[in-house]
């Protein structure tokens, strides 16, 4: 079963991602901020996600940072960031930090679980 | 304080120095004219008496000379005529010594007169009194000096009169001439006074006029320099005030179109959420259609529908915030127009289905790349797709065609709907219209879809029009710069592809 981790600051959106992607059949770990989605990285051990949601903007400890963190450390596990302000430079930006996919917010549902099916796999 | 007169005050000091000036000279002129007439009067009169004076001494020297010859004769006779005549010599000679006035030559003139006739006295006719008589020519000698003394002062006379008309000549017309340069001088005088200060205005006036068409041309930073005559540097601080009161309120207006850009962009990027949220779970309820009744899924559809309506429109207006505040951004990058096209008719397609209408996509063999960035003009083609599947009728035609046109590539979206007015094509780019006409009224949305596409095409550096006859359709063109490696694209079959909407 692949498994997910979702991070998002608003726990409707968080809930609503949550049930969704259970609902196409993944497993899905969620957080609320970066410092949060850390510790689940580490809760997790062994078995660790295959694909890592991250919105960009969080309190705490931002998507962008986290993704820093986990690159720095050396983690290879392909991370979407989710961003509402894709207008600006932020994609560049965020390539260079090691991630491997943008997707602008609001997102189309198709586009979405195209892609965590893709980095899944 | 720094004297500076208005310009009335101005005026009035320059026509008083003016008029002073000018009688000043006229008195002084007029006075000195009369003067040297008044003299010249006198002299001649005074020359007159005096040549009067010297005949009588002439006609006294005569009748003295003619009693000492009758005296030699009758000598009890003619004493006392002799002593007349001697005493009218004297009298006539005192008379014209008061006449010489201040003239050395008249004066010693006179005096060889009086001592000539004295020395003929002397030496002819006080011998000839006592019996003896002179000799002859030493009596010729005397007699002879005495007239040619008084011929000599007669002479001197006339010399001296004709002098003293000369000068008054030469004096007259000397006055005339300085009255005349005098005259000329105060109207220079005043020339270059009014010149002066009609120059005091020209400098602060023309940095006015120049000042006004710089503030017109909307350049509010514009400010003059105060000078010039009171009125004229009133004027000047009355235009600054002008200025600045512009100024302060381009900038008041500024911060409140900011102010309600921000609150614009804010307030979409905050519903977007929520928005989001429903729709997701809406969608979620529709897609598990078994669990749920009739008019449970109906309540889910209609949320979900609607959701996504408000999606739209929240997207719209923040595309519009970000347009305005300037931060609307594309990536254009060299794009397939037929893919394109495509995708987006497969995109629109079930919404013409749903209308029985027929939709043709119609590319041109071997066009080249379209400098676009394919997301944004995807959406722009489908915000013109949308508007003819909204506003055409049931059954329509509607027509996506791309085509070069020289050096750009050229998207048309035309349909055989009712098209638009003159008055309507008019306002068919602003923002919150929407086509008033009949039964178009019934159709929805925010009326800022084409706004959006014109910001769009445009930040592309492209052009959108909208022509229509009305009640045979409307066709809205858009072009955008083709690729600059824009090598025609091999996707697909070559030729042209037509899509037919599925019937």
């Known amino acids: 079963m692949t498994r997910l981790l979702v991070a998002d600051d608003s726990e409707t959106v968080l809930l609503m991602l949550q049930r969704r992607l259970e609902m196409e059949g993944y497993d899905v770990v969620t957080a609320t901020d970066g410092l949060e989605a850390l510790d689940r990285l580490k809760e997790a051990g062994p078995r660790q996600p295959d694909v890592i949601l991250l919105d960009a903007m969080m309190p705490n400890m931002s998507g962008l940072e986290v993704l820093e963190e986990l690159r720095n450390s050396g983690s290879k596990i392909p991370v979407l960031m989710i961003s509402a302000h894709l207008d600006a430079q932020e994609p560049d930006q965020m390539r260079k930090l090691g991630a491997t996919y943008c997707i602008p917010k609001p997102f189309e549902w198709d586009d979405l679980l195209g892609r965590i099916e893709e980095l899944a796999s | ?503």
Request: hydrophobic share 40%.
């Open chain 2, 1 to 503: 304080m720094r004297f500076n007169p208005s310009l009335t005050a101005r005026l009035r000091i320059g026509f008083a120095v003016l008029f002073v000036l000018l009688g000043i000279v006229s008195l002084l002129g007029v006075g000195r004219l009369f003067q040297i007439r008044v003299d010249y009067e006198d002299d001649v009169s005074r020359y007159f008496q005096l040549e009067l004076e010297t005949e009588r001494l002439r006609s006294a020297f005569i009748l003295e000379q003619a009693a000492a010859r009758a005296t030699s004769a009758n000598q009890k006779l003619n004493r006392a005529e002799l002593n007349g005549a001697a005493g009218t010599f004297g009298d006539a000679a005192n008379r014209a010594g008061e006449f010489t006035g201040s003239d050395i030559d008249l004066a010693a003139g006179l005096e060889q007169l009086i001592s000539n006739e004295d020395a003929w006295r002397q030496g002819v006719a006080k011998p000839i009194v006592r019996g003896k008589l002179p000799a002859r020519g030493v009596e010729r000698r005397l007699t002879e000096s005495v007239t040619d003394s008084v011929d000599g002062l007669a002479a001197s006379t006339r010399a001296a009169r004709d002098d003293s008309r000369d000068d008054a000549r030469s004096d007259t017309r000397n006055t005339t001439i300085l009255v005349a340069i005098a005259l000329i001088g105060g109207v220079l005088a005043a020339l270059i006074l009014f010149s002066g200060l009609i120059n005091s205005m020209r400098a602060p006036l023309g940095r006015l006029v120049e000042g006004a068409r710089r503030l017109a041309g909307g350049d509010l930073k514009t400010r003059v320099e105060v000078g010039g005559p009171v009125e004229i540097s009133t004027l000047g601080s009355a235009f600054n005030e002008m200025a600045n009161s512009l100024e302060r309120d381009a900038r008041e207006r500024d911060r409140v179109e900011r102010m309600k850009d921000d609150f614009v962009l804010t307030v979409s990027h905050e519903l977007r959420t929520p928005v989001t949220v429903v729709k997701g779970f809406a969608e979620m309820l529709t897609e598990q259609r078994r669990t749920l009744n009739a008019r449970q899924y109906e309540a889910a559809e209609v949320i979900a529908e609607s959701a996504s309506q408000l999606q739209n429109m929240i997207n719209d207006l923040l595309d519009l915030a970000r347009s305005d505040a300037g931060k609307l951004r594309i990536e254009p990058e060299p794009t397939p127009v037929r893919r394109l096209a495509q995708r987006i008719g497969r995109q629109m397609r079930p919404h013409f289905e749903e209308k029985d209408q027929q939709l043709t996509v119609s590319v041109e063999k071997d066009i080249p790349d379209v400098e676009a960035d394919p997301d944004r003009i995807g959406q722009v083609l489908a915000n013109l797709l949308s508007n003819a599947n909204k506003y055409a009728q049931e059954g329509a035609q509607v027509r996506l065609a791309a085509s070069q046109v020289g050096d750009e590539i050229e998207f048309a979206v035309s349909d055989n709907g009712p098209g638009l007015g003159k008055d309507e094509l008019d306002h068919v780019f602003d923002r919150f219209w929407r086509a008033q006409s009949g039964e178009t009224q019934a159709v929805g949305g925010t009326g800022l879809g084409l706004a959006i596409a014109k910001s769009l095409v445009e930040l592309h550096g492209g052009a959108i029009s909208a022509n229509s006859v009305p009640g045979k359709g409307a066709t809205f063109r858009f072009v955008l710069p083709i690729a600059k490696d824009g090598r025609p694209s091999r996707e697909g079959a070559g030729g042209k592809v037509e899509a037919k909407a599925a019937q």
